[in-house]
Every structure is written in structure tokens, then in C-alpha cells.
């Protein structure tokens, strides 16, 4: 494992201070929670929101999401759908859920306010070691350095480390390098300063090494070989999986929609258009007739097409095939789902839904009229 030597960490500390803060001061975007003094709800709520989601994603939700909850007793007073209301699209729904939940102990607990001790902050729902280091770094100002991604390809590049940084030793090892750079007298300054260096200059591909601040120290550059760190062991391919969803029409022209239950999945409270996974032999007509039968207890008519939707999770991709659909036989029941809610196209900005259910309800927007149940079963009666 790698482990540099005090007098490489005493130059490394040196560049830190003369090269790469005055470069941060310098180029730092102009970012809605980089305000002076940071209030720490802001913090907090922007290194949620950051996590697995681009800059550029986040500051729209996080106006939105500061004008309706401005507090976090605001936040933990109001109905979870609003919450995830507010999330819709931002995916990773469980940051939402987390967020609330930890709000509500702040008011039950902390008056209301994020506790400036370490210990207390990490025990929070959602708050992990690099949330937790980042909060009272920025909003606290003490001497604990954050680690994510970006930190990671820096150290590797400027310190030409060979070792695996998918593994947790790895990561360990980072994390005691990021706490040795780190000065106590400016530790929010520099950890946003790695960051934004990993994010602006030390991207995964073809970083800008030329106006790089830290570049004269930096081991792979020197080595010319900036590209070949960090180490990582190749991504297994991940699974992909075929599943339909129904557009279930009544004779109302309203369209069913269904709850997903609250301790159910990443998607957990949210609404969807009906349906699940294609199991082997099925077409995908069989198989929205079959989910809806597990899910809701109906007998469905399985009619045309509307669209397929791609979709990346974290862990899988789907193809999402949805087809119109009416009832035979039955009502619809909660076996599978917390809820449902026959509704008009109009009506589903009321409820929060997952991404690919929005790209549904965009195709659905597409249509040249509202859609109507004669329209696509015309011997329905």
C-alpha cells in the first residue's frame, strides 16, 4: 500500500496552499450554496442532492427545494409526497426519504438545527463518512477531509498510486492521505478545492493538465501517464431487464396509475403506471396481464403499444415496453401496491413519479388528443 514520505506531504502542503487554494479563489463556479457564512441546512441539502447527480441537475432543485422547505422543520412537517414531488426526476428517491427522516430528528432532537459534532451528524439517516466530513468542514470549519470520486482520481494522478482504488484498503489509505494534506486552520476551503479540481480540470477523460494548479507536483504527469490513473477493476456488465407497464383506460378516460408501497425498493412511495419484469417465455402483453393480475387483482385487455423507454439505474438498465390496457374483470386491489388513483392526464403533475414513468407521460403528452378508451378498444361498449 501506498505511503508517502513526510517530506513529499510537507511539498505536497506547500502546492496545496500556494498553488492550488489560490487557483480555487480564483476559478470557484459561482454555486447557490456557496454563500458566506454557509448555513449548514444549505450545505447539507446540496451534498445530498450532489451525490451521484451532476452540478448542472442539482441547482434547479435545489431553488425549488429551499423556496418550499427553507428550514428543515419545514422539511420534516410536510407530507412525503410533496417531498418526493420535489425530487421528481432527480433520481436516487431514498436521498429524499433519508433527508426527511434525519430533518424530523433535528427537530425532535437538535432543536431544529444540524449539530456541529462530528459524531452526532454521522449518526443521521443518510449522512455516510464523506456527507458527514463535507457538512462540518464547510458549514462547522473543522479538520475533516472529504472523499469521493473525484478526491480519489486526484490523489491517484498527483501521487501515481498503482493500487486498486475499488478496494476498501484503497480507499482507506486515500482517506488517510486526504486527512494528512488537510490544514486545520482551512479544511472547507481545500476539500472544495479537490473537489472542484477533480470536477473543472483532473476530469476521468482528458484532463486539462496544462492549466492545472498542482500540475508541477503531479507524479503522473511527470510520468506522462496522467491517463492511466486511478487504478479500478473493470466493471462487470450489468444486467439488463424487459418490463411492461399498462396505461389503463376506463370508459372516463382516466388513466390508472398505482402507488408503490412505502418499504418497497429505491423507488419506494412513488407512482407508477402499473406492470413489472418479462419472466422467460412471455411476450410483453402476457407479461403486463400477468403483473396486473399479481399487483392489483384484474383481468386486463392488453391493447397497442405506446412507447419503450430506456432507463440506466446505478446497478441495471431497463427496456420499459408500455401498452394501453382496460379492465375485464375485477377491481383493483392493493396486493402489490400501497394505493391507486384513476386519473386524467392533467392531473399527473399532482403525483411524484420515477423518471421513466415521466418519459410515459411525456409520450402520452405527445399524443394528438387526450387518450380515450373507444380510441384504442373500440368494441369496449
Known sequence: MFAPSPSALRSFRTAIRRSLLPWFAAHARDLPWRIEPRPPYHVWVSEIMLQQTRVDTVIPYFHRFLARFPTPAALAEAPLQDVLKLWEGLGYYSRARQLQKAARILVEKHGGELPADPVRLAALPGLGPYTTAAIASLAFGLPLAVLDGNVMRVLARLFAVLDDISLPATRNAFQRLADALLPADMPGAVNEAWMELGALICTPRA??????????????????????????????????????????????????????????????????????????????????????????????????????????????????HTHFARILRGRPQHLECADHAWVTPDQFALYPFS???????????????????????????
Open 355 to 381: 423518471k421513466a414513468d415521466l418519459d410515459i407521460i411525456r409520450a402520452l403528452r405527445a399524443l394528438p388528443s387526450p387518450p380515450r378508451l373507444k380510441d384504442y378498444f373500440p368494441l369496449s361498449g
Open 207 to 320: 484532463p486539462q493538465c496544462g492549466v492545472c494548479p498542482m500540475h508541477r507536483v503531479c507524479r503522473a504527469f511527470k510520468q506522462n501517464a496522467v491517463d492511466a490513473y486511478p487504478k479500478k477493476k473493470k466493471k462487470e456488465k450489468v444486467p439488463h431487464k424487459i418490463v411492461g407497464a399498462a396505461v389503463i383506460l376506463n370508459p372516463k378516460n382516466q388513466i390508472l396509475i398505482a402507488q408503490r408501497c412505502a418499504e418497497k425498493g429505491m423507488l419506494a412511495g412513488l407512482w407508477e403506471f402499473p406492470g413489472g419484469k418479462q419472466e422467460e417465455g412471455e411476450t410483453i402483453e402476457e407479461c403486463i396481464a400477468r403483473e396486473l393480475k399479481e399487483e392489483m387483482g384484474v383481468d386486463l385487455e392488453v391493447g397497442p403499444h405506446l412507447v419503450s423507454v430506456h432507463h440506466a439505474y446505478s446497478h441495471f438498465t431497463i427496456t420499459l
